[in-house]
């Protein structure tokens, strides 16, 4: 890289010798702004080019290039005009004198029209080093320095001599960009969460820069920056596979809708937009679970058995006469044949409503086989096209042969499963009583969550029904004859309608594959067959076995990032010890792990007591360690029993965001969060109401809870602590005030 001059000569005087870095760096930093602007004014330029090119004149080739530039240039132009904060925010000099400045994007030199780079992309592999270097394993590198901006001006710089024989290793645990990694989990929460593109961990880049193929499973205590790491990958893997991934798009899984708002900032921040943002409950198009599950229905609902469940519940619905079927008119259907056209029909492997096609037209064409017969007619080709029509005009006919193997939409499947205790009992033999008890629930009840991936799984099994494709390919051509109308209109006013090769269908067409066009993110929301280029599954240990199958339908590729913490793990089916024990079953053999073990969160003070809670009850999961030293001691206070309101109404609110936890039975009286509702969320203080009821709910409730604070942490109780929790905070009181 070039276009910088080497730092001027130094001053003797630290302060000066900073003040004259400052000065120097606000010089550059000035410089790639006025790169940047002029790099928007040519994507504008060629947008208003392209804008003005457009129209109907010269070849199908030649427009669809046209408008193929322009798309270009809109992506082009809303990407630059998303990295404005934060442009630039390292600089990399390397033994032979080379400085590169490290961004959130790529940029040329667009001033000289050299078109030198002066900005490395931060996903670049040239970027790289800037956060795998360190003192002891510095690579090429002789120093890395941290800017700090606001807005375009720069605020201050840290730098970290990598080259020193014998240098001390900076830092704990060799924490990249220690100062800087410090400055910003300082700062303040917002509610939103941030990008931490400036001051990637090197075993978080290990992480994000993983290949695309494959599954990798990401496991790593509270805080270690699952979440941050899965959304820089998702910024990685589209810049990295641009191709592939623009066109497929990548899909992000998450807990709740609120974890959902919390992270949605990051990644238009990071200049990707082809992401699809979704919670299980919401991966079934046109379904909303508005309902809660009892965690017992939870446990049910969940598990593989349901599988099985649902097939056979389709395949009861695949059914055979008691004995022959007469139907009127002397007509005869033998038993026989229903059983044998349900072989062939089943034998064929079509999801149910494809295969339905097949057993109808094979009764039909024995039926009209046998009235030819009784009729004495000769059953020639002419009878064969006509004869099975008009027997499926007949009511009667129709509604008996309906009967064996009617239409099934995935509702009104999985709304009987759950609704008839006899198909319940029929579809899922090995559940007992109380199983199937806790499932039940009157027909037409509102969706839970569990039940999305059961209408997956039968919406898979039974296919299109052809209500609904008839519907959309009558909606597609009454839109297309609208398109069309229009563009002879279009055609007649720019006086082109007897321009042999563009008719008023072929210009439609092309409204229709440009226009004001649908995102891939927006395509692929709306189609449940959409195959994702990607998926990226966050707080993955919460995901059900059924829930598990329909992520990975989504993704035939098996490209997949998978970030949990096992310790965290909610799920009512019980904890989980591995990865493999909730992988193998869908994914043997193709996944790898790798570990996240700093917690850039939770201040060491803080984590103690919930890293004694998780070793109590978990004892085989190791918890991180906590990368902060100092911050405030949890604070204890008793309060009467029933006076929780009252002591929340009283507690001196601090700076910054803070979240009240309490257990399910209270949050909605105190306007609390349930700890499911604060799963993957953090605030700068948290109040935590009742621990001994939380550890009730399951010791990992507890320990969520525990570890959601940044900065301080205070426990209101009536009931007495949990034992292990006021040993953690005794000993803890014993230490020097700074431990
Ligand atoms: N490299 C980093 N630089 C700055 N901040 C970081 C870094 N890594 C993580 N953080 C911060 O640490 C906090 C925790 O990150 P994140 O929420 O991704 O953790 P998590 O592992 O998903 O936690 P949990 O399991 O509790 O949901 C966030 O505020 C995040 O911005």
Known sequence: MNGFPADPARPADPDDRLAEALHAEQARLTGLYAHLDAARERARRTLAAAGREAGPGGTHQARLERELRAAEAARRAARLDAVERGLCFGRLDHRDGTVRYIGRTGLRDELDESYEPVLVDWRAPAARPFYTATPADPGELVR?????????????????????????????????????????????????????????????DRVIRAPLPGALVVQGGPGTGKTVTALHRAAYLLYTHR??????????????????????QVLPALGETEVVLRTVGELFPGVRATAEDTPAAAVVKGGPWMADA?????????????????????????????????????????????????????????????????????????????????LWAQPGIRAALDALWPVLTPRRLI???????????????????????????????????????????????????????RARSRAAERTLEEERAYAEGVLTVTGQQNDATLDAGLLAERFRDTGPDRTTAERAAEDREWAY?????????????????????????????????LAQSASPAGARSSWAEVLDR????????????????????IMAPAAAVLRAHAPGQEPPEAVRETAERPRVLSVPDGGYAAALAALPTGPGTLGVIAPDADAAALGALTVRAAKGLEFDAVVLVDPAALLAQGAPDLYVALTRATKRLTLLHHTPLPPVLAAALTAQSAQPADG
Do not use: K
């Not at 710089?157 to 704990?172: N, S, Y």
């Not at 191709?243 to 949605?264: K, M, Q, T």
């Not at 064929?348 to 009209?368: E, K, Q, V």
């Open 144 to 204: 890395r320095r941290h800017l700090h901006t606001r807005g375009r001006t720069l605020t201050g710089l840290d730098d970290e001599a990598l080259d020193l024989a014998g240098l001390d290793e900076r830092g704990r645990r060799g924490l990249v960009g220690e100062a800087a990694l410090l400055a910003a989990l300082d700062r303040e929460r917002t509610g939103r969460m941030a990008t931490v593109v400036a001051t990637i961990q090197a075993e978080q």
């Open 310 to 390: 649902v097939r056979r519940a389709v395949e009861t619905h695949q059914s055979l006469p008691a004995g022959d079927l007469l139907l009127g008119e002397g007509l005869r259907l033998p038993r026989r044949v229903c059983a044998e056209a349900r072989r062939a029909a089943r034998g064929l492997h079509l999801p149910h409503n494809r295969a339905r096609t097949f057993f109808l037209r094979t009764l039909l064409d024995a039926l009209a086989v046998a009235q030819a017969l009784s009729l004495g007619r000769p059953y020639d080709e002419e009878e064969a096209r006509y004869a099975p029509r008009e």
């Open 243 to 264: 191709a592939v991934l623009e066109r497929r798009g990548v899909l992000i899984l998450g807990p709740n809708p609120a974890f959902l708002r919390y992270i949605d």
């Open 586 to 605: 869908e994914l043997p053999g193709r996944w790898r792990e790798e570990r996240l073990t700093v917690n850039y969160r939770t201040p060491a003070a």
């Open 415 to 469: 709304d009987r499963l759950l609704g008839d205790p006899a198909l319940l009992a029929l579809a899922a033999p090995g559940l007992s009583p109380a199983e199937r008890a806790a499932v039940l629930r009157p027909a037409g009840a509102p969706w839970t969550t569990g039940d999305v991936p059961l209408l997956d799984e039968a919406a898979e099994l039974l296919g299109e029904d052809g209500t609904a494709a």
């Open 533 to 565: 280029g990607h998926v990226v599954v966050d707080e993955a240990q919460e995901l059900s076995a059924m829930a598990w199958r329909a992520v990975l339908r989504r993704v035939p590729t098996r490209s997949l990032t998978i970030v949990g913490d």
